[in-house]
């Protein structure tokens, strides 16, 4: 996955449809590359590979970034897999505890919940679902 600056015109378009896209912890991956302008975290990289396998490559990319902005069920469906997979990495791969494990799940629900994907699902819904994994 290549990582680039987000200053194009591709991730303005995007942040016309999702204004949170602008902030700095928000990452745009369009086919193989993702936009960002900061250094991403390891668990980040598990969430947005997985965006880059989704959308195949920048030509299908454009389809899928299409019915993204359209289907809240299909962002839902989409985040999902992504965050699941994030917090199974992180559970595996950093020393965590059973209240930083809490923490973490927590954390992946919030964002899935939140307002940058325009409330796809609620909170307990989004922890229950990342936390039975699969
Ligand atoms: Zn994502």
Known sequence: MKIKPKNNLFCWLVSKRFPEAKNSDVFITWGDTCYSDVPLTRDLIVHESLHTEQQINKLYGLWWWLKY??????????ELECYKAQYKWAVKHYKMDRNQKSKALTKVALALSGTLYQNVVS???????LKNGN
């Open 123 to 129: 909170f307990e819904e989004a922890r229950k679902l």
């Open 69 to 78: 902005m359209i289907s809240a069920k299909f962002r839902f469906e989409q």
